[in-house]
């Protein structure tokens, strides 16, 4: 099992910016990938950015040049950076870990945190 814990989540104006943490523990060995996905109020969740182990970083249209995933494996920390923040970014932030267990992939999530983007 792997066990994710979000902070740095609030309210910031537009064009402001915000990095969120996520920490993980458990079985963290098995990780496959790591990644952020956000859920607007009345919308499904989307992914925003990826980290597989071993690949490179994917981002969605829609924050690609404005936010920076990244992970600090000796911390077992992943990272998200968020830059000229706009209101559409508001959302609940999840973090997300898919991990492999005898052959079978899971997902783990976090609590989520809240990002507000409003003036």
């Known amino acids: 099992q792997v066990l994710l814990v979000e902070s740095g989540g609030g309210l910031v104006q537009p064009g402001g910016s915000l990095r969120l943490s996520c920490a993980a523990s458990?079985?963290?060995?098995?990780?496959?990938?790591v990644g952020w996905y956000r859920q607007a109020p009345g919308k499904q969740r989307d992914l925003v950015a990826v980290?597989?182990?071993?690949?490179?970083?994917n981002y969605a249209d829609s924050v690609k040049g404005r936010f920076t995933i990244s992970r600090d494996n000796a911390k077992n920390m992943v990272y998200l950076q968020m830059l000229s923040l706009k209101p559409e970014d508001t959302a609940v932030y999840y973090c997300?870990?898919?991990?492999?267990?005898?052959?079978?992939?899971?997902?783990?999530w976090g609590q989520g945190t809240q990002v507000t983007v409003s003036s």
């Open positions: 980290i597989p182990v071993g690949g490179s970083t």
């Open positions: 458990g079985n963290i060995f098995s990780i496959d990938a």
């Open positions: 997300n870990a898919k991990y492999t267990v005898l052959g079978r992939q899971f997902d783990s």
